[in-house]
């Protein structure tokens, strides 16, 4: 489905939300960017504080710049008839890094598989619809320890080659965690190289 390596990715720019009715049931879909397994665990915890007396609360996620590591979650509907809807839908716009999570309230008439099939994919792709894709640079991470006298020299560096700052420290001797987009990896860490006293570590 996707090549091994890549200089980009595709997620969604923000969270979004939309809702899907058939015969009575409700099917609330929240879309969001995720960066890991704890964030789709922290979102799911969230959206069934909002919503406790929903009948179920079903998602699917896609994670990672390769795509491979993916999760398609029933929670009590028959096998095959929500979560994977939901992972067909985040497939078809070729996205990683996004879940989704469909809530639904019973309506009293049973909608039977395939019905439930079109509901959890309706309402996926009612929100997936209503947000910007966003194409993402694949990083390397790597850390950086330096004296504080030359913070400017890296900070410059770090904007010139559009790293990201993930965490950093600065004290008398500094440390900062950046991700570095793949495809200016080696003239970042050339220009990097050429801080003497800068130490550079991957992660």
Known sequence: MRTTYMDTYNTIEKPS?????DRGSRFI?????????VDVKSRLQ???????????HCYAYRLG?????????DDGEPSGSAGRPILGQIDSKGLTNTAVIVVRYFGGTLLGVPGLINAYKTATA?????????????????????DYTQLNDVMQVV??????VIEQET??????????PK??????LYRLGELYTVEVKAQ
């Not at 969230?46 to 179920?56: G, I, L, S, T």
């Not at 904007?159 to 990201?164: A, L, V």
């Not at 004290?171 to 570095?180: M, P, S, T, Y």
């Open 65 to 73: 710049v390769d795509g491979l590591q993916f999760r398609a979650g």
């Open 159 to 164: 904007r010139q080659h559009q790293m990201r």
């Open 17 to 21: 939300m939309a809702e899907f009715k």
């Open 171 to 180: 004290q008398l001797f500094c440390r900062v965690v950046v991700g570095i």
């Open 29 to 37: 879909a929240y879309a969001y960017p995720v960066g890991d397994t």
């Open 183 to 188: 495809n200016r990896l080696t003239e970042a």
């Open 126 to 146: 009612l929100a997936l619809q209503l947000v910007p894709i966003v194409s993402k640079p694949v990083e390397a991470r790597y850390t950086l320890h330096f």
């Open 46 to 56: 969230q959206v069934k504080k909002e919503h406790p007396k929903a009948e179920h």
